[in-house]
């Protein structure tokens, strides 16, 4: 089975698809040093209009997509925000202890989780693997057999989603039933997994013999050559510019009355 | 000009030799065609050739003397598993980029090749996956090509084909060949007999029995062919001449077994199939036929009940207790992801399992008539791939249900698996047991088919009843060839 993805291409997937891996990690890293929360969540906005406006994908994608982003808020903010340590106290009941310090650490980790998201989708949406690759062997000397391997596998995930639904059908036809709890899930692991495995490897072997036959080689040129363009220094621009906007109005309008979630 | 002498193959997990002291040579620009039984070491020989075995795979390997070519291009037979991206173009571009073409003539020789082998795009970057059958080999031929190989290795470039595709490919191939030498394995011989200049065949023992022109061949080694079961121009109407066949022509009844009135089934909210009114009668042999993804098994699916329908469907055997699709016997195209246990035996043990029966002489029985008590002990992946198709066949006859339902059993089989389950289908069917079979070969259709539903774009195109159960004179009906 193959999902059919349309979008439309936007400047976002015009980038050096390394330069932007590069950006988003220097983001997540930035983002672990931040102890705003109203910072956060100032970035969150502007990123989120980059992520609503500039995928180039259906707003009905975009919105499934965002789904887990509540309950990555929420299972993240609440475990900090009933379980954590404060001492000015709002509610207490049994082991659940919300303290004003915890509200406001939980509401903070949440906004870092969404934020983390929110960012692995805008590369993810905006990136075709097959460039990344490309672009790795250009940019990085990644060399050429791994990054084929990558590409030859995920190649290879289609078809495997296809066989997976063959084989629950075939399973049922032969009338397998489970257990129920722990066991099941054992026992479908093993009626699932070795035929799975046996024709995925089998069928990179193929592959594999396949590519040989083409005379893969390390020495090469290259079909896509990706280069820098002046997007990529708009594009750096732009987060400087939200990152500096957001904290610009964090320190005039803050949402959360605390501005450092280490203070006590 | 390739060449071995004295060729020595043994696979470290095999008692004997696949080739003894093997010798052939193949002048240069010689088109062979190479044919054998399972097991022969058909593919095992070419890929001796092409010099894969033993630089990419490790077999070990004695010759006296070793003469092939690093200029080759090779076709494989599995559509879907010999490419490594996921659009036209790029697919070719990984073969130019191997040869270090500038990318600046990249796009001008994709063209050309696509050109070649008669594939026309309004945008090369298409997805593969979107590519017919046909249309995925004659890519492969493509992409054979721009290695601009003096040597073209074809491995049953059609098996996994229908009619339609198969013809596209053997088309193709006979505009292209030109100076080249070509090696060929295929089973189809009516669309090869005509572009080789010489066949060799291997028995079972990886000896060549034969080697000479097509039609000595064809016309001295027929003996061989029929004993080894492999295909050839007249073994379909060897068979019609037989005395199994012969047995086969009687009278079929018209007790109901299954009605479908306005029947739609539904994969993801998107109707795939519907039916007016159809039925299936007992000792019915339908055959379900159409281009690949025309629907063909999404009707299975739809009278398995595996997938969600709409309309109403009458089982006239139903008694409430399991489901439907359990009460029908269904045979997957791929065997392997109908195994469940770790032996033969114990596969056939546990289709009686479920139906709260498990007698020893039943199975026992069923390994007989099958052929595969030798194997019992054994894991069914540990099978050759004719012996998984009958174990599967086995598992799901041995249910001895009233309908029993395959998804094209007879694919890349060769003519002796082809014929003895044919025979072995008969059988059940006269015993009263109701056959449907998806199916590209037009053969099975024309010949032990009473009916034949043609599906066309998610519809019942056509309901045909095969002519040659009207006429007496099966066995003057002709083939072409």
Request: glycine share 6%; aromatic share 12%; hydrophobic share 45%.
């Amino acid at each position: 089975m193959h999902f059919e993805l349309t979008y439309r291409q936007t400047w976002l997937h015009a980038l050096h698809p390394v330069f932007k891996f590069v950006m988003v990690i220097v983001l997540f890293v930035a983002i672990l040093f931040i102890h705003n929360p109203n910072f956060l969540f100032y970035m969150l906005i502007g990123f989120g209009f980059l992520y609503i406006g500039w995928t180039g994908h259906s707003f009905k994608l975009i919105s499934i997509l965002s789904s887990p982003f509540l309950i990555i808020f929420v299972s993240s903010a609440t475990s900090m925000m009933f379980f954590g340590d404060g001492t000015n106290t709002w509610y207490k009941i049994g082991l659940i202890h919300i303290t004003e310090e915890s509200f406001y650490r939980g509401v903070h980790l949440g906004l870092r989780g969404i934020l983390f998201g929110l960012l692995g989708l805008l590369f993810a949406l905006t990136t075709r693997p097959v460039l990344l690759f490309y672009s790795a062997m250009q940019t990085l000397k990644l060399k050429p057999k791994y990054a084929y391997a990558f590409m030859a596998a995920i190649n290879l995930l289609p078809i495997m989603v296809s066989e997976f639904q063959t084989l629950r059908n075939a399973l049922k036809v032969r009338g397998v039933t489970y257990n129920s709890g722990i066991k099941g899930v054992y026992q479908r692991i093993q009626y699932f997994s070795i035929p799975l495995l046996a024709q995925s490897i089998r069928r990179a072997h193929r592959t594999a013999i396949a590519m040989e036959a083409k005379q893969f080689s390390n020495d090469r040129t290259y079909y896509y050559q990706v280069s820098y363009s002046l997007k990529d220094l708009y594009f750096t621009f732009l987060i400087l510019a939200i990152m500096a906007t957001s904290f610009w109005v964090s320190t005039i309008y803050s949402v959360f009355p605390i501005d450092n979630v280490r203070m006590r | 000009m390739l060449e071995v002498e004295k060729l020595r193959v043994k696979f470290p997990d095999s008692d004997h030799f696949l080739f003894k002291d093997l010798s052939l040579s193949i002048p240069f620009g010689q088109k062979v065609l190479i044919v054998g039984p399972s097991g022969s070491g058909k593919s095992t020989l070419l890929q001796i050739l092409a010099g894969l075995i033993p630089n990419i795979i490790e077999v070990p390997l004695k010759a006296e003397k070793l003469q092939i070519t690093s200029n080759y291009g090779i076709v494989f037979q599995d559509p879907d598993s010999q490419f490594c991206m996921p659009y036209v173009d790029e697919e070719l571009a990984f073969v130019l980029e191997n040869n270090q073409v500038p990318a600046v003539e990249m796009t001008e020789i994709i063209y050309d090749l696509l050109a070649k082998v008669n594939v026309r795009f309004e945008n090369i970057h298409t997805p593969i996956h979107q590519l017919s059958g046909g249309m995925k080999q004659r890519l492969a031929i493509a992409s054979a090509l721009a290695l601009q190989p003096q040597v073209l290795f074809l491995d049953e470039p059609t098996a996994l084909l229908d009619v339609e595709g198969s013809k596209q490919v053997w088309d193709t191939i006979t505009s292209i060949q030109g100076e080249q030498t070509i090696v060929i394995i295929e089973h189809k011989m009516e669309f090869v007999s005509d572009i080789v200049d010489r066949v060799i065949m291997l028995d079972d023992q990886g000896k060549i029995v034969a080697d000479n022109s097509p039609s000595y061949v064809f016309q001295h080694y027929k003996q061989d062919f029929d004993q080894y079961g492999i295909w050839h121009p007249t073994s379909w109407s060897d068979y019609l001449a037989s005395k199994s066949f012969k047995a086969i022509q009687t009278n079929r009844s018209n007790q109901k077994l299954i009605e479908l009135e306005s029947v739609s089934g539904y994969y993801q909210k998107t109707r795939r199939i519907f039916v007016e009114n159809i039925v299936i009668n007992k000792g019915d042999w339908i055959a379900i036929t159409g281009a690949n993804g025309s629907g063909k098994s999404t009707l299975v699916q739809t009278i398995m009940q595996l997938i969600k329908t709409k309309g109403t469907i009458h089982y006239h055997f139903a008694d409430g207790r399991l489901p439907i699709y359990q009460k029908i016997a269904f045979v997957f195209q791929n065997p392997e992801l109908q195994f469940v246990t770790n032996s033969v035996y114990h596969e056939l043990a546990f289709s009686l399992k479920n139906k709260g029966n498990s007698n020893h002489t039943i199975i026992e029985n069923h390994l007989m008539r099958y052929r595969l008590a030798h194997v019992r002990e054994l894991h069914p992946y540990q099978l050759s791939m004719g012996q998984k198709r009958r174990l599967s066949v086995a598992t799901a006859t041995i249910m001895a249900e009233d309908i029993i339902i395959l998804d094209e059993p007879t694919f890349g089989q060769d003519a002796i698996n082809t014929f003895m389950m044919l025979d072995c289908l008969e059988e059940l069917r006269q015993q009263g047991i109701t056959i449907v079979m998806v199916t590209h070969d037009q053969q099975i259709v024309d010949h032990l088919a009473t009916k034949e539903w043609i599906i066309e774009q998610g519809q019942l195109a056509e309901e045909r009843y095969p002519c040659s159960f009207l006429s007496k004179e099966v066995g003057d009906s002709t083939h072409a060839l």
